[in-house]
């Protein structure tokens, strides 16, 4: 294969045992380098393009510039110059797309149905040769921008980001900000007579140059055909040969190091961040030292840092390891989360990492370590689940910046060489003279006496004194830290069992007793030595009120905390577990290798049976549960909306404010007799799923019923105490709506819901369908053109077997207005419905037929969709065969009289309830848009409103109101093979 346009061929790319796909890497002449994917079995095809350069290439006078260049790409090109044609095109075939922006990277991905890569990839490769930058759309777009950093500015996260970057050396391009809003991109601009289109254009054209980008795709096409489709498309973009940037010196300097920031966050958190620069590790991934440091210093078995600090009752979680900065400088972190008792200590804690390190650099890098690491992540690559397309692709066009097309796929698994050298040097800049610290807490309200620039971030800088350095310099080896032990829950045994006999496609019920009920799935389509473990212990005492929900919860939670140390190595040998409480009992999950499983879960039954709360942790993961509760007032004001929605909607919900009020009365006398009581009457449903054995798995519920019954003296609960709570039911025509306010976001949040039937094949698929039609037009309209927020979303809500059309918007605008620009959606969305071609609508119904059959790539997401089966109690484990077939008979007669009858304004079955968050200082305000003239006349006109029902209190409603039925059983699969 000679063509010039190619430079050379990688054909050797190194990939894991258990990957059947085939590998090809290319470099084009044009220096895009390329890794090509033959999944002959895809569903989904998908490609990816990264470009190494981002936001720490902007203009010093346009911050965010990437970031909105970015946006801009998918906003019409010279060849489509229709501004949502790549996602039109995409939402027709299936498919969907994204992009982000960070520091030096700026990454692009789709995926689509397999048949039309061609069609997906030939659309996206013009983002790269000749974006239009149309000017209305600039106006528009920097409104979504603008709307993205509304949505962050109250986050701690991002506040905390962004506060590293502004107190390093302002000089350097790691003090940016890089999302950028509208002061950046258009006030600020307009006002220094910068014109923000011939920036984006030259933007794009100084730093999109071919050599600075690299693209993955995946395809069910051969390797020679995925060739000839990327050398015709890419080959053309041109090469400005532009370098990458390096940077030689480090963001922290001699005065930015030995500095302590007290951070006032928003939400009642309290954390200790501590950091050292380092030089940047990349070219030394064959050996890792930084992963091998992360590994002991982030360890949490016995000995460990974090088991010392949590015994002293100082943190609870601890974080160690490298993180990334960008070519040239990276840092090493550690980062714990601080008790009320961790905040007056915060120097001891320091101290006792200094004696960490110390420990580190006595004892020398061990061999055996690295060894360990190896070994484990050996075993991971070779053992690797299949990944998504669309999230591998965008993964893979990333990393080809940094490794050899060969090793792209390896590189991060696949440690080679033992260097001592390289751990003593990173350990020798762990030291006091180069340290960072910053302290987040509530405490120093009123005590700061700076604010960061974007973000408004209250924080103090002070120099460490440097007495307390001098105590750090001095740290002594403590006798409690010891190295972590060598890892007893490393697999040994991966035989993969054969298939048994009777192995059906779906789960089958092994056993039905009063006790449990037990689903058993033997795998026989991915072939990895993992299972997952599925249990529901259901007891109508975990949610009877607000007080034993907190006792559920706090009850888990400290049996999780209690098995940390024990249940660590195991996690690191791939085996992790899950406990959670729910409204009907407790969850538990073992996932991972299945070699050792059941020595993990007959520890979790045992602990859970036995153990001993200890007083000191009690009060301390109390407190923080009283801190979560309290959080909540700082979530997004469209998560408030789906809140409030859910407690409206479910029979029985107890709110964060009722939970807040009861977790006084939680002692730690009424937990301790509160745990045998939970234990003493449970129903336990379970699915065993993966390379088990149906004898194997009868032999784990034995042990799992044994444990409780000799220790607890479980019986088993009585039939008609299996309940599942109710969906309340609206009445024909009735619209309801329901006001609240976020005290902490400057945006409103709203969630609309149209209520349309219980949950059967013909109905879901009329919802599912009609969500098809509108989800590419509602993005379109209501956040490309109108701008209505960042946040926009259309699609099914469903819960206790109910299901309805819901859409959320956080936005600026008030609620009222955004309800009657969903309403006028709605009306030119039936208009669109009925002029729609049978093509078109035939291409909607294959778009859904394609997503619904998509197969889980992994055995834990087909597991996960068996597990949502059993605890619905709807048992319909063929449902995606079944519903397809359905959806293949709907016309669009049915999608019109769906429409008319549940969405219209008229319509004689329209069950509807919004609910409306107002934003922190907006005056409260009509519910219903009563200035429809105000509107743009190119806006779609709103349909006239008829007066809503204003909930004043949520009980009453509720009362006023009959339930729903719950949705019945799929029988035909319930048949037990006992």
């Known amino acids: 294969m000679t063509n010039p346009a190619i430079k050379r061929i990688v054909t050797n790319v190194v990939k894991s045992s258990q990957d059947k796909r085939e590998y090809r890497g290319l470099e084009l002449s044009n220096d895009i380098r390329v890794l090509l994917i033959h999944d002959p079995t895809t569903d989904k095809s998908s490609a990816a393009l990264d470009v190494h350069t981002g936001s720490l290439a902007d203009p010093k006078d346009i911050p965010g510039l990437a970031h909105f260049c970015e946006h801009m790409l998918f906003l019409g090109t010279k060849k489509y110059p229709k501004e949502n044609e790549y996602n039109q095109f995409l939402s027709e075939h299936a498919g969907s797309s994204n992009a982000f922006t960070s520091g030096e990277n700026t990454n692009y991905y789709f995926d689509v149905s397999n048949e039309h890569l061609e069609g997906a990839l030939n659309r996206f490769a013009q983002f790269f040769l000749c974006p239009l930058f149309d000017a209305s759309c600039k106006d528009r777009e920097v409104n979504a921008v603008e709307s993205e950093h509304e949505k962050n500015l109250m986050n701690d996260a991002w506040r905390l980001f962004q506060l590293e970057k502004s107190t390093g050396n302002p000089e350097h391009r790691f003090s940016s900000f890089g999302t950028g809003n509208k002061f950046t991109l258009e006030t600020r601009p307009a006002e220094m007579g910068i014109d923000v289109r011939q920036e984006l254009l030259k933007f794009h054209s100084a730093n999109y140059s071919s050599n600075l980008m690299a693209l993955c795709v995946l395809g069910r096409e051969s390797l020679d055909e995925l060739t000839d ?46 950091t050292f620069p380092i030089p940047d590790l990349q070219k030394y991934y064959k050996s890792n030292p930084g992963h091998y440091l992360g590994h002991l210093i982030g360890h949490e078995g016995p000995g460990s840092l974090l088991s010392e600090l949590k015994c002293k009752g100082w943190v609870n979680t601890l974080v160690g390891g490298q993180k990334e900065g960008a070519k040239g400088f990276m840092f090493f972190i550690i980062n714990v989360d601080l008790t009320e008792e961790g905040l007056v200590h915060v120097e001891d804690i320091i101290l006792h990492m200094f004696q960490y390190i110390a420990k580190l650099r006595t004892e020398g890098p061990q061999e055996w370590v690295f060894q360990e690491c190896k070994d484990l992540n050996a075993m991971a690559f070779r053992f690797k689940d299949k990944e998504r397309p669309r ?3 965008s993964k893979m066009a990333g990393l080809l910046h940094y490794y050899p097309i060969e090793e792209a796929l390896a590189a991060e698994y696949l440690l080679e060489e033992f260097r001592a050298d390289l751990i003593e040097m990173v350990l020798q800049k762990l030291t006091p003279a180069t340290v960072r610290v910053a302290v987040v807490s509530k405490s120093f309200e009123g005590q700061t006496d700076r604010s960061e620039k974007w973000y408004g971030t209250q924080y103090k800088q002070e120099a460490i004194n440097p007495d307390v350095i001098q105590k750090w310099l001095d740290a002594d080896l403590n006798g409690k830290f010891k190295l972590p032990v060598k890892n007893e829950f490393i697999p040994t045994n991966f035989e993969i069992f054969p298939l ?68 660590y190595a195991a996690e690191l040998a791939g085996l992790n577990y899950d406990l959670q409480n729910t409204i009907y009992g407790m969850y538990l999950s073992v996932k991972g290798y299945n070699d050792k499983q059941h020595i993990i879960l007959k520890k979790i039954m045992e602990k859970m049976v036995t153990f001993e709360i200890d007083d000191k942790r009690f009060e301390i993961i109390k407190e923080a549960y009283m801190r979560s509760l309290n959080n909540f007032r700082a979530e997004q004001p469209h998560q408030h909306a789906m809140y409030y929605l859910r407690l409206l909607m479910t029979e029985v919900a107890w709110t964060k404010e009722e939970l807040k009020e009861a977790l006084e009365d ?44 000799e220790h607890a ?75 209505l927020g960042y946040i926009v979303f259309s699609g099914p809500r469903r819960a206790n077997g109910i299901q309805g059309l819901r859409f959320i918007i956080q936005s600026e605008k008030p609620p009222s207005y955004l309800e009657s620009r969903v309403e006028a959606f709605i009306k030119t969305m039936e208009k669109h419905i009925e002029e729609m071609t049978e093509e078109a609508f035939q291409k909607h119904v294959q778009a859904l037929a394609i997503r619904r059959l998509d197969k889980p790539k992994k055995l834990s997401a087909e597991c996960a969709k068996h597990w949502s ?22 016309t669009k007669g049915d999608i019109i009289h769906f429409c008319k009858e549940l969405l219209a304004v008229d319509g004689s079955r329209r069950h509807k309830v919004s609910v409306h968050v107002l934003s922190r200082d907006m005056d409260p305000c009509p519910v219903v848009e009563h200035a429809p003239h105000l509107n743009d006349v190119n806006l779609s006109p709103a349909p006239p409103l008829p007066q809503p029902s204003i909930i004043e209190d949520m009980t009453i409603f509720k009362r006023s109101l009959p339930l729903f039925p719950l949705a019945k059983p799929h029988f035909s699969c319930m048949a037990a093979k006992l």
């Open 391 to 393: 999230g591998y692709t």
């Open 713 to 787: 003296h479980t019986k088993p609960l009585l039939p008609s105490q299996l309940t599942r709570y109710r969906e309340v039911q609206l009445p024909d025509r009735g619209w309801f709506v329901y006001q609240q306010r976020n005290e902490v976001h400057n945006n409103c949040g709203i969630e609309i819901y149209y209520q349309t039937d219980m949950q059967n094949t013909h109905e879901n698929m009329l919802l599912e369908l009609f969500c098809q039609i509108i989800s590419e037009p509602c993005f379109n309209t209501l956040r490309t053109k109108e701008q």
């Open 229 to 274: 489709m990327v050398v015709k498309l890419f080959a053309e973009v041109e090469n400005k040969r532009v370098p990458v940037h390096e940077y030689t010196d480090h963001p922290f300097q001699e005065e930015h190091l030995k500095q302590i920031y007290k951070v006032v966050p928003i939400k009642d958190i309290r954390n200790l961040y501590v």
């Open 500 to 567: 048994e006999n009777d192995t059906a496609a779906f789960p089958c019920l092994i056993k039905d007793t009063a006790m449990s009920k037990v689903w058993f799935k033997q795998d026989d389509k991915f072939f990895l030595p993992k299972a997952c473990l599925n249990f529901e212990f259901f007891s109508p005492f975990a949610y009877v009120d607000p007080l034993h929900c907190n006792m559920a919860y706090l009850y888990l939670e400290l049996l999780k905390d209690s098995l940390n140390e024990y249940a």
């Open 869 to 890: 089966e059993i605890i619905s109690q709807q048992y319909n484990f063929d449902r995606d065969n079944i519903e397809v077939a359905h959806l293949k008979t709907l």
């Open 666 to 709: 939680v002692t730690l006398v009424r937990l301790k007799a509160f745990i045998p009581q939970l234990l003493s009457r449970l129903h336990i449903e379970a699915l065993l799923h993966g390379n088990i054995t149906k004898q194997t798995s009868l032999s784990m519920i034995k042990m799992v019923e044994d444990i409780l019954i």
